[in-house]
């Protein structure tokens, strides 16, 4: 079958393509070097609507190649470049086509079409350029590799082959020519390393570091930078040298490194970081048409399957749900937030107000009950500025300003009189809670918003006690804040829609990712995860090795087992979480006796790192008291992800969260669960828990699996 049917075939699969054209125009290149032809990728839109490839955006881009093709084979031209609209290259496959696509062969075709378009550009009678102007990911990337020479923007944001992180391999020559221009190690690094670190994104020099550029221009003039650049290559003027590829022992060890990493991070549980070691693994022998025959099938066996699918599905989740919240009320309700408050000078009190100070912009008053935890509060806000300012994220101009928005007082009234946002971070015990809000409602306007940053307590009893608790609003963060994005919003049974709006227009100025929540005992992710970890500890006390009990949910991919979650949590918070659920749900959480041994012995985790690896610490061994029921891994997956399934059929039937999606949502933003399992919902449902506890999958078919 021709290029063109199988594109036209693809296309038939496709209707709602957005679809971006390949511009011809020719110039004159500086130095009398020649006529040039300059390809520019374009779909019609702003930066804001990236360009893609699906199937007649391939097309078009194969219709240009056939026209430079000619000129060149006549004498009319002596290069060709390709290049972005402005901020964009070009960011890959269209993830919306391969969504749709049922069948083997149709997959298979998106790569073979894929390939014979990019291909083509290797095999133009002239030179030919790659210019990334912009952000270029996947087949941005991909078009690039296949030609003879690249420049890259030093204003260029970013950069890389995601495919891994989403399930996929690259899969239109990344896996086969990456490795044959900087070498196999690098190249690990970028395709596996970097993926699998939360989709690590290069920047402009990088790209020139590593050699996938031949040459780094600066933003502002670098189209006519790199035509200078190209006019002194083809006149002979500058010649690129490339280091010797090392095809030796070194390819080898880049494999095994990436093989190490891949376990290291889903251990085995996706398949798409394997499938992408042994391409590169075979790519040694530098047969690039063996390499993307080995590329199309991975990439049609990968889309069948049901990793990427949940892939897609998390990073919809993510760029689409995460964006527009279920269940928000109208944003034109939120009342503006010119003054925020804090109540708490701590650790998680200091690192709110620090992101309140850099997102809004606006004065951002602490309070606490001595002078010296308030200047330690601000001195840490202070202190984090400074860092900024010597990493050159922000200027000293920038720096004074926030420094300067940034107080500490001692009495609410004076602190809080004029804010319109008031949140406390004090201690984890609602009397404390409801007292701190009693004061501050005393002192506070009218019109404010009171937001709780609890993590397992009852909002609406919290605001049971007040004169106006329509206003109060629970507001969790996780921890640390600056890094996970999950915001669970909820609603109190007084809490009106201005108050929520408020909420969630603040959280979108706060850059989180807003899920609302009904108000019932520890929200979405502490219960699931206090469910996850219960039953890890009650297989533990009832006598299975701790190694066992951990080993058991490796397939899952976690982010980091559950007994070093636990740590990082602090087993005081996770005992404390624990017994507030016991007291709501006994029949399904328990409070583990070994855990309250250890948290009364005043130990911060289970291990010891003594060997730079985690082993069990003698001393918590010692207090151990473990029954005689041995589980093997299996049995103890199986009971974790049936108690797993069970709580979550639960808040559904509760109404916590509008639809199971808000629950993977959550986990993936708010716990670090796995993109490549979609969170947790579309793995359950593959592996037939879902219907062996509840009778009934969480999503219908083709949510986040193959469309039936």
């Known amino acids: ?76 031209i002596v290069g060709v470049g390709i290049t972005g609209k402005p901020f964009i290259f070009a960011v890959g496959a269209d993830l919306k086509g391969v969504e749709l696509l049922k069948e083997h062969k149709d997959a298979l075709a998106i790569g073979k079409g894929g390939h014979e378009v990019f291909k083509r550009l290797a095999g133009i009678a002239v030179p030919t350029f790659a210019y990334y102007n912009g952000a270029a990911m996947g087949g941005g990337v991909e078009v ?63 790209v020139y570091e590593l050699g996938i550029a ?41 494999v095994a490194k990436g ?55 998390a990073f919809n989740l993510v760029q689409k749900r995460g964006k527009r919240p279920a269940g928000a009320p109208d944003k034109n309700l939120a009342r503006p937030v010119t003054k925020v408050g804090v109540v708490g000078a701590g650790l998680m009190a200091s690192q709110l107000a620090l992101l309140f100070l850099r997102r809004l912009e606006v004065p951002v008053v602490l309070t606490d009950i001595d002078q010296e935890r308030v200047d330690k509060g601000v001195g840490y806000v202070h202190a984090e500025i400074e860092k900024l300012l010597g990493k050159g994220r922000i200027n000293q101009d920038k720096a004074n300003r926030l420094k300067a928005l940034v107080t500490g007082v001692l009495d609410k009234a004076e602190g809080f009189s004029d804010a319109d946002f008031i949140i406390e971070a004090v201690f984890e015990e609602i009397g404390v809670k409801q007292t701190v809000f ?42 640390p804040v600056a890094i996970l994005p999950l915001l669970e919003i909820v609603r109190g049974e007084q809490t009106d829609d201005a108050s929520l709006a408020t909420a969630f227009a603040v ?49 899952l991919g976690l982010p980091m087992s559950p007994l070093v979650l636990l740590e990082l949590v602090g087993p005081a918070i996770g005992l404390h979480v624990s017994e507030t659920l016991n007291r709501a749900f006994p029949d399904r959480f328990t409070v583990s006796p070994n855990l309250a041994a250890v948290v009364k012995a005043g130990k911060r985790g289970f291990y010891v790192y003594d060997s730079g690896k985690p082993e069990l610490d003698p001393e918590v061994a010692a207090l151990l008291q473990q029954g005689d029921s041995v589980l093997t891994e299996e049995q103890v997956r199986d009971r974790v992800l049936d108690a797993v399934a069970q709580e979550i059929g639960l808040m559904l039937d509760e109404g916590v969260v509008a639809e199971a999606q808000d629950i993977d949502l959550c986990l993936i933003t708010g716990a670090g669960w796995p993109f490549h399992l979609g969170g947790i919902t579309p793995y359950l449902d593959r592996e037939g828990v879902s219907e062996r506890v509840n009778g009934k999958k969480f999503l219908a078919p083709g949510v986040a699996s193959v469309p039936a």
């Open 1 to 76: 079958m021709s290029t063109t049917e199988l594109l036209k075939g693809a296309a038939e699969l496709f209707p709602d393509e957005v679809v971006t054209q390949a511009h011809v125009r020719h110039l004159d290149l500086p130095f009398n070097a020649g006529r040039f032809a300059l390809i520019t990728l374009d779909n019609g839109f702003d930066h804001t609507k990236p360009t893609t490839f699906g199937p007649a955006s391939l097309a078009n881009l194969d219709t240009a190649i056939d026209q430079v093709e000619k000129e060149a084979s006549a004498g009319e």
């Open 144 to 206: 690039g590799l296949h030609c003879t020479y690249r420049t890259v923007s030093a204003a260029l944001p970013a950069f890389s082959l995601p495919e891994v992180f989403l399930g996929l391999v690259p899969g239109w020559g990344g896996c086969t020519l990456l490795p044959n221009l900087i070498g196999a190690d690098k190249a690990v690094s970028v395709i596996i390393e970097n993926s699998l670190n939360q989709n690590k994104q290069l920047k402009g020099a990088q």
């Open 214 to 254: 031949d040459a780094l221009f600066e933003g502002a003039d670098f189209l006519e930078q790199s035509l200078l650049w190209t006019a002194s290559v083809l006149k002979g003027e500058i010649v690129i040298d490339r280091p010797v590829i090392d095809r030796g022992e070194a390819w080898d060890q880049a």
């Open 259 to 313: 093989r190490f990493i891949a376990d290291s991070k889903v251990h085995g549980a996706a398949p798409a970081a394997y499938r992408a070691l042994d391409i590169i693994a075979a790519a040694k022998n530098g047969d690039l048409q063996q390499g993307y025959d080995a590329e199309d099938q991975a990439l049609a066996d990968l889309i069948m399957g049901g990793e990427l699918r949940s892939g897609i599905y």
């Open 438 to 479: 009693a004061e501050v409602e005393a002192v506070a306007p009218a019109h404010a918003i009171l937001a709780t940053n609890t993590s397992s307590l009852s909002v609406t009893e919290m605001a049971s006690k007040l004169k106006n608790p329509e206003r109060v609003v629970g507001f969790h963060f996780f921890n």
């Open 507 to 555: 959280a979108k100025k706060l850059k989180k990712t807003a899920v609302l929540v009904k108000d019932a005992p520890a929200f979405v992710v502490n219960r699931i995860l206090t469910r996850f970890m219960g039953e890890i500890q009650n297989v533990i006390d009832e006598g299975t090795p701790v190694e066992v009990a951990e080993k058991a949910v490796e397939p």
